[in-house]
């Protein structure tokens, strides 16, 4: 029994999923977001009708001036050129194409898009908002603290193990996906707030429950805190501060890289805290800082 058009390519992006998978560490979302982006072309293909590994560099260009068109995220469709790229060249390198279709496409011209974050006094307003004398503030408290004070993703904050803090030292070791580590420097407020909630919140949290886990931030569930969950509280929080900016869970990580180089810290130490791969992802807060110094100088200046 023949397989429909839709299963060929289901079949087709499957392979090449496994592939990547095998290759390098991946986050399932990015995972997800390459499945995403092949799908979408092969929605637009079918009409044509014409399969993934039939198409043609003249296809590829127009189905991407199409997507450009709709999409005003230059990232996302960045993104989608550097997707197309790397299953086209796995495609070669199995054989399955006689040439390399995405060879000659024209990168996509980024457009800078800076991320939203919160000035410093705005930072304070959020960390003044869970109340530490609750359980549960005392653990919000300590999982913004350490957000800011280590510039950490959301996702390595909610994974923390008891075992990765060194209170005597002051630091927290973090591996990345990639498998690499970086040790990060808490700060004092930072220790104050995971020692307190240590101290008052984590163990009643814990009653009844299975208290030898070594997860750091748990719920009253004694379970693991989740993405979602945290995520949550954080709007909740904004809201009852009164920020009115679109926040996004990656807020305080984008805070404390520009408040750094606001401060003076330079790009490379800013990458290696971020746990950055390349200086170019990092580059972005040097913009965001200039961007602020502009407001300053027209704001101030006589001659702005």
Known sequence: MSLSFKERQESVIAAFIEHIKAERTLSKNTLLAYAADLRGLAHWLEKRPCELVAVQREDLQNYLAERKQQQNRASSAARLLSTLRRFYRYQFAQGGLLEEPSALLQSVKLGLTLPVHLTEAEVEDLLLAPDPKTLLGARDLAMLELLYACGLRVSELIALRLSQLDFQQGVILIESLDGKKRLLPMGEQAIEKVQCYLQQGREALLSGFDDSTDVLFVTRRGKGMT??????????????????????????????????????????????????????????????????????????????
């Open 227 to 304: 993405r979602q969950a945290f995520w949550y509280r954080v709007k909740r929080y904004a809201k009852q501060t009164g920020i009115t900016k679109s926040l996004s869970p990656h807020t305080l990580r984008h805070a404390f890289a520009t408040h750094l180089i606001n401060h003076g810290a330079d790009l490379r130490t800013v990458q290696l805290l971020l746990g950055h791969s390349t200086l170019t992802t990092t580059q972005m807060y040097r913009h965001i800082a200039g961007e602020r110094l502009k407001r300053l100088h027209a704001q101030h200046h006589p001659r702005a």
